[in-house]
């Protein structure tokens, strides 16, 4: 059975704080992403990444990093947390393709106070 | 710019069929794909369309037309539990491309 998981399902942080929000996927996939989801705004893509050690900017990238020192696992960092970070961040994994199915785990949903 | 147009809502009733449409302007595309997602929930894959035409799996269907760049999602003998997001994304060949969802809403 295919498995995205996140690290957090809920998490409060303050403003200034380095985040780290993880992703781990048990399907041997080559394409992991991170998105943002908020109301009314769909999904947004921050990152993403091909392959082990590569990454990829999306369209909202300002205010986070990532991190792919293993293929399974696919990090997003805050590098300091301001209040509109507060969102839910949803992670997602795929097989090499051309964006037929994307995998999401439950997604992780944060405040910054 | 890139995007994609969905309605914000639909409502129906229980039994009932409902056609959720999504168009696109997009710079690359391959395919159209599906997600439903419930509230507090994970979105999950409900189908793909690359190529014309209408694809159909039980309840639901996806409808491409690539000349049109439109496509639809047609969902037939409505249940409550159907009742909850549902986004149509674009693989433009480097990442999905999601539209902003159209919150579903069945009753009884």
């Known amino acids: 059975d295919v498995k995205v998981t996140q690290s957090s399902r809920y998490l409060v942080k303050r403003t200034g704080e380095k985040v780290f929000l993880e992703c781990v996927q048990d399907m041997d996939h080559e394409n992991m992403f991170w998105y943002r989801q908020d109301p009314g705004l769909g999904l947004r893509l921050i990152y993403f990444?091909?392959?082990?050690?590569?990454?990829e900017k999306g369209d909202i990238p300002e205010g986070y990093s990532v991190s792919r020192e293993k293929k399974e696992r696919f990090s997003l960092i805050l590098e300091s947390a301001s209040t509109n970070q507060t969102s839910m961040y949803l992670c997602?994994?795929?097989?090499?393709?051309?964006?037929?199915?994307?995998?999401f785990g439950p997604g992780t949903r944060l405040l910054v106070l | 710019g890139q995007s994609l147009e969905q309605p914000s809502e639909v409502t129906a009733v229980e039994g009932a069929i409902v056609q959720i449409n999504c168009t696109y302007q997009?710079?690359?595309?391959?395919?159209l794909s599906w997600y439903q997602q419930h509230d507090g929930g994970a979105p999950t894959f409900l189908s793909y369309n690359a190529l014309d035409g209408l694809e159909e799996t039980g309840r639901f269907s996806s409808f491409l037309s690539r000349s049109d760049s439109y496509g639809y999602l047609l969902l037939q003998e409505l249940q409550m539990k159907d009742s909850a997001s549902y986004f149509c994304?674009?693989?433009?060949?480097?990442?999905?491309?999601f539209g902003k969802g159209t919150t579903l809403s069945v009753s009884s």
């Open positions: 994304a674009v693989a433009s060949g480097t990442a999905l491309i």
């Open positions: 997009t710079s690359g595309f391959y395919g």
């Open positions: 997602a994994s795929e097989s090499r393709g051309l964006g037929e199915t994307q995998y």
């Open positions: 990444s091909y392959d082990v050690k590569m990454k």
